[in-house]
């Protein structure tokens, strides 16, 4: 029997915090709708240890997750492209048939300066972010 859920590659460009944390979203709250995958346009040479910690917080394991390059995934079908943030939306590369688009944009937390508790707060309040606003678009369009 084919797998009734839809391909959806989440796209960032490094694929080290927002991308991370959204495939890890979507596996851990809409399995049955969406078969998630993450890459970068310029991926890092690792996940970052805070986008790994306030995940775990949240019961969420992204820790043996990889960043993975973009070119990886060209030729493959996808039934949704999300990016995830500005730069990865201007520098999306076209993905051959008809795929679906949807840019929701979060700030980068690994841009994020101060003290570990204050770089905290804001791998945080993005977190909750990308739970907030892309699960809720992607309930809609998965359905």
Known sequence: ???PRKRLLILCTGNSCR??????WVRELLPERW?????GT?????????????????????AAARPKSVTGY???PWDLVVTVCDAARETC??????????????PDPAQASGSEAQR?????????????RLIAALEDMGS
């Not at 078969?35 to 890459?39: K, L, R």
């Not at 790994?52 to 969420?60: D, F, Q, S, Y």
């Not at 590369?93 to 979060?106: D, E, I, K, N, T």
């Open 19 to 24: 991308s991370q944390m959204a495939e890890g």
């Open 1 to 3: 029997m084919p797998d």
């Open 42 to 62: 310029a991926p890092a040479a690792e996940v970052h240890p805070l986008a790994v910690r306030v995940m775990a917080e949240v019961g969420i394991d992204i």
């Open 120 to 132: 905290l707060e804001v791998f945080r309040r993005v977190r909750d972010d990308i739970r907030a």
């Open 35 to 39: 078969e998630p995958h993450s890459a």
């Open 93 to 106: 590369p076209v993905f051959p048939g008809r795929v679906r688009q949807l840019h929701v944009s979060f």
């Open 74 to 76: 060209i030729d493959q």
